[in-house]
T-cell receptor
Framework: AQSVTQLGSHVSVSEGALVLLRCNYSSSVPPYLFWYVQYPNQGLQLLLKYTTGATLVKGINGFEAEFKKSETSFHLTKPSAHMSDAAEYFC????????????FGTGTKLQVIP | NAGVTQTPKFQVLKTGQSMTLQCAQDMNHEYMSWYRQDPGMGLRLIHYSVGAGITDQGEVPNGYNVSRSTTEDFPLRLLSAAPSQTSVYFCASILRGEQFFGPGTRLTVL
């Protein structure tokens, strides 16, 4: 069984401030981890993913995330928020190889204040 | 490549009506899934398929049927629509866990 917990359904940051969106997972097998972004009235698109190897992964639009096995975490960060980052962000987990079912978190809405 | 396409974009049904949401992908992915998205609940898996002719239930399958006769197509059928099925529906094709989403269908059941 696997699960994902995203802490904070809404996060507000000022433009230019650090963005930190939290994701904790549970999995009985080595996980594949994903962050997706959803802009208003659109579908989801992949921001970044961790499969194996380097634990710090970089994605699109300046986002990155670090896989910490000891903390079962995969938090998403961006050094400086931009107005265009306002969206909903979803963390997701699947089993190794990615061939198992994917479980999504409930999402975090990011508001960027000018 | 069109990626994953879904039709229709919007649909309004009356309680008890049936309909099919269409999903097609041109990436030759074996795995495909249907999700529903409701506020505060993230994406919940309805049904998924690991290849043509093979489907299985997800987290919330009741009231929905699927079939997979070809690699490309994965339609979702609502047998007798209920107001609880008002939602946004996303189809995805999957490669090594990475989901490629369609643009979604916004369904309202009155």
């Amino acid at each position: 069984a696997q699960s994902v917990t995203q802490l904070g359904s809404h996060v507000s940051v000022s433009e230019g401030a650090l963005v930190l969106l939290r994701c904790n997972y549970s999995s009985s097998v080595p996980p594949y981890l994903f962050w997706y972004v959803q802009y208003p009235n659109q579908g989801l698109q992949l921001l970044l993913k961790y499969t194996t190897g380097a634990t710090l992964v970089k994605g699109i639009n300046g986002f990155e995330a670090e896989f910490k096995k000891s903390e079962t975490s995969f938090h998403l960060t961006k050094p400086s928020a931009h107005m265009s980052d306002a969206a909903e962000y979803f963390c997701a987990v699947s089993g190794p190889g990615g061939y198992q079912k994917v479980t999504f978190g409930t999402g975090t809405k990011l508001q960027v204040i000018p | 490549n069109a990626g994953v396409t879904q039709t229709p974009k919007f649909q309004v049904l009356k309680t008890g009506q049936s309909m099919t949401l269409q999903c097609a992908q041109d990436m030759n992915h074996e795995y495909m899934s249907w999700y529903r998205q409701d506020p505060g609940m993230g994406l919940r898996l309805i049904h998924y398929s690991v290849g043509a002719g093979i489907t299985d239930q997800g987290e919330v399958p009741n009231g929905y049927n699927v079939s997979r006769s070809t690699t490309e197509d994965f339609p979702l059928r609502l047998l007798s629509a209920a107001p609880s099925q008002t939602s946004v529906y996303f189809c995805a094709s999957i490669l090594r866990g990475e989901q490629f989403f369609g643009p979604g269908t916004r369904l309202t059941v009155l």
